[in-house]
């Protein structure tokens, strides 16, 4: 069965620490991982896309890996910000031709304390 | 660019009644897809739309319904309305709906059912 598991559930860090959220998937045929950010009571934000060839992206202070021989994938965040605080969403998409295809985790709570 | 905007942000039904959920994407974008978001399953697909065409659905009884209009905008339609459909409804649009393309979130439409 599909699945995308993400760890830890939730996490509290001080502002300017660095911090890394997991994703492990079972997902076959593999096609693209995505890490989305979704503030409270808002959509998911798009952060970055990699596909199969891809084994780093960053987008700012936020930058992603992929292994996708151990099927994972981990977001590092830089230097955290109080508007680091959300749920981190990793979403993997087999060859299903569309966006219909897309695996969600359940997501990270990130918390950021001054 | 306006982005994807989702009416109404919050709606209170009771159980057996019907409700429709507006979602109009960023200009251009033609492929609009839905997903509902709750706090137990986390996000999961319901269907996408591209061209006025269903073309693809998720696993969710026949109660859950949309359509796509010439003008891209969607619509999803609950009807018979259960305790269990209270959700953050998502609608995400792109332009196509390619395996790689970036989705575009809206800010939801939180149902509650009472």
């Known amino acids: 069965k599909n699945q995308v598991e993400q760890s830890p559930q939730s996490l509290i860090i001080l502002e300017g620490k660095n911090c890394t959220l997991q994703?492990?998937?079972?997902?076959?045929?593999?096609?693209?991982l995505r890490w989305y950010k979704q503030d409270t009571g808002r959509g998911p934000v798009s952060l970055t896309i990699?596909?199969?060839?891809?084994n780093t992206k960053s987008n700012g202070r936020y930058t992603a890996t992929l292994d996708a021989d151990t099927k994972q994938s981990s977001l590092h965040i830089t230097a955290s910000q109080l508007s680091d605080s959300a749920s981190y969403i990793c979403v993997v998409s087999d060859y299903g031709g569309s966006q219909g295809n897309l695996i969600f985790g359940k997501g990270t709570k990130l918390s950021v304390k001054p | 660019k306006a982005g994807v905007t989702q009416t109404p942000r919050y709606l209170i039904k009771t159980r057996g009644q019907q409700v429709t959920l507006s979602c109009s994407p960023i200009s251009g974008h033609r492929s609009v897809s839905w997903y509902q978001q709750t706090p137990g399953q986390g996000l999961q697909f319901l269907f996408e739309?591209?061209?006025?065409?269903?073309?693809n659905k998720g696993n969710f009884p026949g109660r859950f319904s949309g359509r796509q209009f010439s003008n891209s905008r969607s619509e999803m339609n609950v009807s018979t309305l259960e305790l269990g459909d209270s959700a953050l409804y998502l609608c995400?649009?792109?332009?196509?709906?390619?395996?790689?393309?970036?989705?575009?979130f809206g800010s939801g439409t939180q149902l509650s059912v009472l």
């Open positions: 995400a649009s792109s332009l196509t709906g390619g395996e790689a393309e970036k989705l575009f």
């Open positions: 994703c492990n998937y079972t997902v076959s045929p593999f096609s693209n």
């Open positions: 990699m596909t199969f060839s891809e």
């Open positions: 739309y591209f061209s006025e065409t269903q073309r």
